[in-house]
């Protein structure tokens, strides 16, 4: 179902399903999906980089809490290991420009995915029309924008560079030599605490039967 609401003056804004395209915005559509393929793609490689590196008897086990939902805070870890951190110096120079990278497509990744699609606009250039809608307190804000077809392949591109870059790097990471490089001498009580938590892992979890369902 699709409808039409008005929020002020001759501003309206469509909702409801968007089922179809219509047949000159299927290069915008595909472009898109393309992009949001390769965006989960350069994202989950990201995230092993950082997970495979994230272990106490590592140098680089000593991070604070691992982010596991902000974008923004696992780029900011990927800069303090892989741009700053001594162990890591044969990958600087890249992993700077790959930060660089990272910041401009997760800007394009958030207009994209949290914005409203309100059709296509002819052109020239031919566009696909957008709307943001806010709240400031109780004051109701709308922003437009459009996309146009360049600029949703120059996002694919981007991410296809990050995607590439970060597989050189991964390539790297993962052989035997490049963890054992990174391997940190652990003191008694380290060794006997990291027994421990292997030893607790592999107990079976206590299950708490209630007879009746909490109030």
Same mark, same amino acid.
């Given at each position: 179902?699709?409808?039409?609401?008005?929020? @002020?003056?001759?501003?309206?804004? &469509?909702? @409801?399903?968007?089922?179809?395209?219509?047949?000159?915005?299927?290069?915008?559509?595909?472009?898109? @999906?393309?992009?949001?393929?390769?965006?989960?793609?350069? &994202?989950?490689?990201? &995230?092993?980089?950082?997970?495979?590196?994230?272990?106490?008897?590592?140098?680089?086990?000593?991070?604070?809490?691992?982010?596991?939902?902000?974008?923004?805070?696992?780029?900011?870890?990927?800069?303090?290991?892989?741009?700053?951190?001594?162990?890591? *110096?044969?990958?600087?120079?890249?992993?700077?420009?790959?930060?660089?990278?990272?910041?401009?497509?997760?800007?394009?990744?958030?207009?994209?995915?949290?914005?409203?699609?309100?059709?296509?606009?002819?052109?020239?250039?031919?566009?696909?029309?957008?709307?943001?809608?806010?709240?400031?307190?109780?004051?109701?804000?709308?922003?437009?924008?459009?996309?146009?077809?360049?600029?949703?392949?120059?996002?694919?591109?981007?991410?296809?560079?990050?995607?590439?870059?970060?597989?050189?790097?991964?390539?790297?990471?993962?052989?035997?030599?490049?963890?054992?490089?990174?391997?940190?001498?652990? *003191?008694?009580? &380290?060794?006997?605490?990291?027994?421990?938590?292997?030893?607790?892992?592999?107990?079976?979890?206590?299950?708490?039967?209630?007879?009746?369902?909490?109030?």
């Amino acid at each position: 179902m699709a409808i039409s609401i008005v929020l @002020g003056g001759e501003k309206h804004i &469509e909702l @409801g399903a968007i089922e179809y395209g219509p047949e000159d915005g299927l290069p915008f559509i595909t472009a898109l @999906g393309l992009a949001y393929l390769n965006w989960g793609r350069m &994202e989950q490689t990201l &995230e092993f980089l950082l997970r495979y590196t994230d272990d106490p008897r590592l140098a680089t086990g000593a991070v604070p809490k691992f982010p596991d939902t902000s974008f923004r805070f696992k780029v900011k870890l990927f800069k303090k290991l892989y741009v700053k951190h001594p162990r890591f *110096s044969q990958f600087h120079e890249a992993a700077e420009s790959i930060v660089v990278g990272l910041k401009k497509a997760n800007e394009s990744r958030v207009r994209v995915v949290h914005c409203n699609f309100q059709g296509f606009d002819p052109g020239p250039p031919q566009a696909m029309k957008a709307v943001i809608v806010k709240y400031k307190g109780s004051d109701l804000q709308t922003l437009d924008g459009t996309w146009t077809f360049q600029a949703l392949q120059e996002f694919n591109q981007l991410l296809c560079f990050l995607n590439n870059d970060l597989a050189a790097i991964t390539a790297k990471v993962i052989t035997p030599e490049f963890l054992q490089s990174l391997e940190r001498p652990l *003191s008694q009580t &380290e060794r006997a605490i990291l027994a421990i938590r292997r030893i607790l892992s592999r107990l079976p979890r206590l299950r708490i039967e209630r007879p009746f369902p909490l109030a």
